[in-house]
């Protein structure tokens, strides 16, 4: 089981944010997934889930409105979008996996099994 982050680098507050994470090794349309960020010396926070079948996306009240998160089962790829990068943004960016299947998706990073390598994402003008 692999999973690849992309889509991180430098930009310039303001502009937008848009990563993909595939899968691969086996099929993950049955579980949740989520993206978890970690900025230097920090714990890794979840800002958005999305369950197995994509209907319920969650979202911690912070991120609420700025944050969006997709997938795309055909592709066992998930995706999370930002309209407006912060300087608040620059963090390593992680995918994950629950292992338990039809979940909704948790905002625990204990509850994910499967982690990608990360992509960083650095906001600076």
């Known amino acids: 089981v692999q999973l690849v982050e992309s889509g991180g680098g430098l930009g310039q507050p303001g502009g937008s944010l848009g990563l993909s994470c595939v899968a691969s090794?086996?099929?993950?349309?049955?579980?949740?997934m989520a993206w978890f960020p970690q900025a230097p010396g920090k714990e890794r926070e979840a800002v958005a889930a999305?369950?197995?079948?994509?209907?319920?996306?969650n979202y911690p009240d912070f991120a609420k409105g700025r944050f969006t998160i997709a997938r795309d089962n055909d592709k066992n790829t998930v995706y999370m979008q930002k309209n407006s990068r912060e300087q608040g943004d620059t963090s390593v960016y992680y995918c994950?996996?629950?292992?338990?299947?039809?979940?909704?998706?948790?905002?625990?990073?204990?509850?994910?099994?499967?982690w990608g390598q990360g992509t960083q994402v650095t906001v600076s003008s």
């Open positions: 999305i369950s197995w079948s994509g209907a319920s996306r």
């Open positions: 090794g086996r099929t993950f349309s049955l579980n949740a």
């Open positions: 994950a996996v629950e292992e338990q299947s039809c979940r909704l998706g948790s905002m625990r990073h204990v509850a994910y099994d499967y």
